[in-house]
């Protein structure tokens, strides 16, 4: 081509140097149409060829946020997901070379759209192995914090160090501890979350205090657990007695009560858990427990409210357990106002007469009295006799109340004590509910006393026509005749016959099971 002052000269350029110059100058749209164009059906090596100009492209697309059009490239060559994610230096953490773009200094939307494509893109390879792993769970760390989570129940196998390190590195302790949790160092991600709590290092994602509890509870490891049950008292004594009342791990439980000394309301409720809820046996605890709730029945600073609430429980408490110090407890409640449980102690002691004297003597309270004998385990006869003798003392002097709790037809007596008891001057018109119940009572035992009599009597006299029957039986024993348990032969007259009919040595018999 010749002009006025300039002369050309056209040479043939092979297709694959006109790709490479259209690549140098950015053309890339022109430069894999030609290369589809004329490298597209071409030898194998030639493919080989095609493929490392669609790798470069690919990359030259990624450098200028063309996402779509380069992981598109990257899926035609079958570019291995190793190769494409060296390419971000948010995940390795160093920056590639020679660095196409520097993933970390993009604005954040933008990093979020070179991450999703990525993930796409390792999900639609389908590499599960441990680097892949590691990669994903980076990617999901720095878009999705829920499918992280899930992501990591699932427990698949990642380098442990590349993902710590990872995680510090862009001050993520939450997740860092979550990840510990998921691979089974509990210890360490309860130490990462103290870290957080004690204000050591920063986390917006961090849920609190109740995240290192409901972890504790999931492992249920009793030496993680007593190691940092002081710490978390000292932050917040509510959270924790979720995880002292929860846990199915076999605690220190002296060691706790040693912890709560200088919190009563707590320890209180963590000697209630162990005594009322878990039904533990142990003595010092059940005698810790009414010493406790004495000492909030007796402090002045209680609220009216609480003191009744709490001297109901203690009533109870001392009602069914049966396993305290009673002496103990007896001594610190004499001299107090609370007379009730001095009746309720002295009963343990098998004391009813004190317990019923107090109730009476000192309180006054016959309705309490007569609930006493009605509801104490054994004894209920006994009891009311000698309620009634206290009524008919002369100290007291309430026949009417004694007439009443005679006729109350849930009272309980042995009658003939009760007649003796009687002032002789009462006419039978004023305790006559109470001599009809009697009279009732005693023709109904009278009558069933015959009835269990006569079935008894019948029954011995089948008894013994059954042995007559048996007795009277001719046994035949001869050469032939052979022991039904040892199967030898009898060399004795002597036998024993069963009713089967079977034939026994006599030293047989008790072998017999």
Avoid at 176 to 197: H, I, K, P, S
Avoid at 382 to 403: G, P
Avoid at 463 to 485: M, N
């Amino acid at each position: 081509i010749i002009r006025e002052d300039q002369v050309f000269m056209l040479l043939p350029v092979p297709a694959e140097e006109q790709v490479e110059r259209l690549l140098d100058s950015a053309h890339l749209d022109q430069a894999m149409a030609l290369a589809e164009e004329t490298l597209g059906n071409l030898t194998r090596a030639k493919g080989t060829r095609l493929k490392l100009l669609r790798q470069r492209a690919a990359k030259m697309y990624w450098s200028r946020g063309d996402l779509e059009e380069a992981f598109s490239l990257f899926s035609k060559c079958g570019t291995a997901p190793e190769e494409v994610y060296v390419l971000y230096d948010t995940i390795t953490g160093e920056e590639a070379a020679p660095p196409p773009i520097s993933v970390s200094s993009l604005p954040e939307e933008k990093q979020h759209e070179y991450h999703t494509h990525l993930l796409r893109y390792i999900s639609k390879m389908g590499s599960r192995n441990e680097e892949s792993n590691t990669v994903e769970m980076k990617l999901l760390a720095l878009t999705d914090q829920e499918k992280v989570m899930t992501f990591m129940k699932e427990r698949r196998a990642m380098n442990m160090t590349s993902v710590v390190q990872f995680l510090k590195s862009r001050a993520m302790f939450y997740l860092l501890g979550e990840y510990y949790a998921t691979t089974g160092f509990v210890c360490e991600a309860v130490e990462q979350w103290r870290d957080l709590e004690n204000g050591t290092v920063t986390d917006s994602t961090y849920p609190g205090l109740k995240r290192i509890v409901q972890l504790l509870l999931e492992s249920n490891i009793q030496t993680v657990i007593m190691d940092n049950i002081a710490w978390l008292l000292s932050r917040d004594c509510d959270v924790t007695m979720v995880l002292l009342t929860r846990t199915a791990a076999e605690l220190n439980h002296d060691q706790i009560l040693q912890l709560l000394e200088e919190k009563p309301a707590y320890l209180l409720a963590y000697l209630e858990e162990l005594v009322v809820r878990r039904g533990t046996d142990l003595s010092r605890f059940h005698t810790q427990l009414a010493q406790q709730y004495l000492q909030v029945l007796l402090s002045a600073d209680t609220p009216h409210d609480t003191a009744l609430h709490t001297r109901k429980k203690l009533q109870e408490h001392l009602l069914r357990s049966d396993k305290y110090a009673v002496s103990l407890i007896l001594n610190k409640v004499q001299g107090t106002s609370l007379k009730k449980e001095q009746a309720i102690l002295h009963g343990k002691l098998q004391e009813h007469d004190k317990a019923l004297k107090v109730l009476v003597y000192e309180l006054r309270d016959v309705q309490s009295a007569e609930a006493y004998c009605r509801e104490w385990p054994s004894g209920r006869p006994e009891l009311h006799l000698l309620l009634l003798k206290l009524y008919l003392s002369e100290q007291l002097q309430l026949q009417e109340r004694a007439v009443d709790f005679l006729n109350d037809q849930r009272s309980v007596f042995n009658y003939s004590a009760v007649y003796r008891l009687l002032p002789s001057h009462w006419p039978l018109s004023l305790i006559e509910p109470f001599v009809y119940r009697s009279l009732g009572d005693q023709a109904h035992q009278y009558r069933t006393g015959r009835i269990l009599k006569g079935l008894s009597e019948l029954e011995w006299a089948r008894a013994r026509a059954d042995k007559v029957a048996l007795t009277r039986r001719r046994v035949k024993i001869s050469t032939g005749t052979y022991c039904a348990f040892c199967f030898h032969p009898f060399t004795e007259p002597n036998c024993s016959v069963a009713t089967s009919g079977n034939v026994y040595h006599p030293q047989c018999v008790g072998q017999i099971t």
